[in-house]
């Protein structure tokens, strides 16, 4: 089993670019995250899906949307990148309590 | 609403010495916790969980964590520690809301360098 894996692993976009970065799990978990990790200040949620077909906002969802594609798919989308948006982007899925994550987008925006 | 404090951002320390990551949390439910590790240039890896039961929680390479309600804490605890334990470490929190799905609060991070 592969875990949690995303594309691309590195990327850089201009301002005002758009990307979709993606995300799929291989375990058959029903809830799927994406955060963002900036330095010192932790992981922090961005949007978040309890199972199929269903999306919510996390802590700091402005500026992306997301789509839950099928159970095992999950994308992140910047429509207009801002240099604010320069981070690391992780996914996560879970089942039950534990979360798995994916290796990391490496995103910078100038 | 849940929060998660680690108290140091980073820690150094030498190698066999042992260490303490500090972790407050605040909830007014009951919460489940957990540590993750995140190795250099990785995503995070779950070290250790408390769920419910006994309140001292390991992993398999050595590590433990004590909840303990009164102080509203989590800390993580080596007695010895390598230099392949060099990496950051995450306290998070998520409460026990009855619910099927769990959001994670975490921490800023906890930077542990291993020296020789």
């Known amino acids: 089993n592969a875990g949690v894996t995303q594309t691309p692993k590195f990327q850089v976009l201009k301002t005002g670019q758009s990307m979709t970065l993606q995300c799929a799990q291989d375990?058959?978990?029903?809830?799927m995250y994406w955060y963002r990790q900036d330095p010192g200040m932790g992981l922090r949620l961005i949007y978040y899906?309890?199972?199929?077909?269903?999306?919510d906002k996390g802590e700091v969802p402005n500026g992306y949307n997301v789509s839950r594609l099928n159970k095992r798919e999950f994308s992140l989308r910047l429509e207009s990148a801002a240099p604010s948006q320069t981070s690391v982007y992780f996914c996560?899925?879970?089942?039950?309590?534990?979360?798995?994550f994916g290796p990391g987008t490496r995103l910078t925006v100038t | 609403a849940q929060s998660v404090t680690q108290l140091d951002s980073q820690v150094p320390v030498f190698e066999e010495a042992p260490v303490e990551l500090r972790c407050n949390y605040s909830?007014?439910?009951?919460?489940?916790l957990f540590w993750y590790v995140q190795y250099p240039n990785q995503g995070l890896q779950l070290l250790l969980k408390?769920?419910?039961?006994?309140?001292l929680v390991e992993s398999i390479n050595g590590f433990e964590a004590e909840f303990n309600k009164s102080q509203t804490s989590f800390h993580l605890r080596k007695p010895s520690v390598h230099i392949s334990d060099t990496a950051e470490y995450f306290c998070?929190?998520?409460?026990?809301?009855?619910?099927?799905?769990?959001?994670?609060?975490f921490g800023k991070g906890t930077l542990l360098t291993v020296n020789p």
């Open positions: 996560a899925s879970s089942e039950y309590l534990a979360q798995y």
């Open positions: 375990m058959n978990h029903n809830s």
């Open positions: 899906s309890a199972s199929e077909g269903t999306t």
């Open positions: 909830s007014s439910v009951s919460v489940y």
């Open positions: 408390y769920l419910s039961g006994s309140t």
């Open positions: 998070a929190v998520t409460e026990n809301s009855g619910g099927s799905n769990y959001k994670l609060t």
